[in-house]
């Protein structure tokens, strides 16, 4: 679709605030203490390769858009992330990875629950290929708590969602976190998404772990 084209075109660019408001640096605080065998879930255009320490030895970059796995690729061909040495790109959905069971040392999913179709699928098959006590570490924005807001995430969802890639404004992703069979949250932050319309402000950040 020509939105989904353009959304992938211009999604680095589109960023830039956010990331210099310190999206950044959340980013880099979700990722850098990882090590082992690594998944993303929707790595979109990459946003995240810089920030993979080098006790990461291998990285599985999963994105189901052929338009963001063409950006994708092309960052990792020019060596971003360790280059593909380390980085394997896999277009493939959060529903069903190309890792068999226990695989993975831990999984980084930044802004990715909001717009996946099936949270409860992609958060089972997370658990299916995280070893226990895998980490599964996110950022997320969600669900506002206050009525009001949520009441205008609600109205405004739809046409959010047009304009965003299929991104949802009103997700509850802490509840679906709770509520994944296999995985224990330990440690979530209430945080704020910056430089984005207050729509879409509410965040989360932490960890959930395979039991
Ligand atoms: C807002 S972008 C975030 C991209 C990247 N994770 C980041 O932090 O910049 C949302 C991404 O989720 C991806 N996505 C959509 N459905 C998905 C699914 N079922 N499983 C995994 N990723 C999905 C989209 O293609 C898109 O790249």
Same mark, same amino acid.
């Given at each position: 679709?020509?939105?989904?084209?353009?959304?992938?075109?211009?999604?680095?660019?589109?960023?830039?605030?956010?990331?210099?408001?310190?999206?950044?640096?959340?980013?880099?605080?979700?990722?850098?203490?990882?090590?082992?065998?690594?998944?993303?879930?929707?790595?979109?255009?990459?946003?995240?390769?810089?920030?993979?320490?080098?006790?990461?030895?291998?990285?599985?970059?999963?994105?189901?858009?052929?338009?963001?796995?063409?950006?994708? %690729?092309?960052?990792? @061909?020019?060596?971003? #992330?360790?280059?593909?040495? &380390?980085? +394997?790109? !896999?277009?493939a959905?959060?529903?069903r990875l190309p890792l068999?069971?226990?695989?993975?040392?831990?999984?980084?999913?930044?802004?990715?629950?909001?717009?996946?179709?099936?949270?409860?699928?992609?958060?089972?098959e997370?658990?299916?290929v995280?070893?226990?006590?895998?980490?599964?570490?996110?950022?997320?924005?969600?669900?506002?708590?206050?009525?009001?807001?949520?009441?205008?995430?609600?109205?405004?969802? %739809?046409?959010?969602? @047009?304009?965003?890639? #299929?991104?949802?404004?009103? &997700?509850? +992703?802490? !509840?679906?976190?709770?509520?994944?069979?296999?995985?224990?949250?330990?440690?979530?932050?209430?945080?704020?998404?910056?430089?984005?319309?207050?729509?879409?402000?509410?965040?989360?950040?932490?960890?959930?772990?395979?039991?």
């Amino acid at each position: 679709m020509i939105l989904d084209r353009l959304f992938a075109a211009g999604y680095d660019v589109i960023f830039q605030r956010a990331e210099r408001g310190g999206l950044t640096a959340m980013r880099a605080e979700a990722i850098g203490d990882l090590s082992g065998t690594v998944v993303e879930l929707g790595a979109g255009t990459g946003l995240n390769l810089a920030h993979y320490p080098a006790a990461v030895d291998r990285l599985i970059a999963t994105e189901p858009d052929p338009h963001m796995v063409k950006r994708l %690729r092309a960052k990792v @061909a020019a060596g971003e #992330g360790g280059g593909p040495e &380390r980085v +394997t790109v !896999a277009q493939a959905g959060g529903e069903r990875l190309p890792l068999q069971d226990g695989e993975a040392d831990a999984i980084v999913c930044t802004l990715v629950l909001c717009t996946a179709p099936d949270v409860p699928g992609v958060l089972a098959e997370a658990v299916r290929v995280l070893k226990p006590g895998g980490r599964f570490r996110f950022v997320e924005h969600v669900r506002a708590d206050g009525h009001r807001h949520a009441a205008w995430q609600d109205r405004l969802n %739809r046409p959010w969602g @047009a304009l965003a890639g #299929g991104c949802n404004a009103n &997700r509850d +992703t802490l !509840a679906a976190l709770r509520a994944a069979p296999g995985l224990e949250v330990r440690g979530v932050r209430d945080d704020s998404f910056p430089g984005v319309p207050a729509l879409v402000r509410p965040l989360i950040r932490g960890e959930a772990v395979r039991v």
